[in-house]
């Protein structure tokens, strides 16, 4: 099964920049669904940013666009998350998520219902 191992979070203060890793073991394939997903306390699990690893589509929600940027190595399996400027509302625990295929379109927000494979998780934390 593929796995994916998250790293990056931490705290941080309002305004600065972090980046977060995850990388993708046991993928067999060349081109796959990444995304990462995001979930504050007492909230539903929400997608922000979504790539289609291989290829060139990307989509951003709307609270996190020109603010973060999705991007791969796929020489090191790894997908990434740029976060600038980060809010205090970017609090939350961060997941990244991967699918082979994916069975939402590219004008609405990823569901995790899209996604078989998920990381454990990693903290971000903005003050």
């Known amino acids: 099964h593929v796995q994916l191992v998250e790293s990056g979070g931490g705290s941080v203060q309002a305004g600065g920049s972090l980046r977060l890793s995850c990388e993708v073991s046991?993928?067999?394939?060349?081109?796959?669904?990444a995304s990462w997903f995001r979930q504050a306390p007492g909230k539903e699990r929400e997608g922000v940013a979504l790539?289609?690893?291989?290829?060139?589509?990307?989509w951003y929600a709307d609270s996190v666009k020109c603010r973060f940027t999705i991007s791969e190595d796929s020489a090191k399996n790894t997908v990434y998350l740029q976060m600038n400027d980060l809010k205090p509302e970017d609090t939350a625990i961060y997941y990244c998520a991967y699918n082979p295929t994916y069975a939402g379109n590219w004008l609405s927000p990823p569901r995790p219902v899209h996604f078989g494979f998920w990381g454990q998780g990693t903290q971000v934390t903005v003050s």
């Open positions: 790539s289609y690893v291989g290829g060139e589509s990307r």
């Open positions: 046991r993928n067999t394939y060349v081109r796959y669904y």
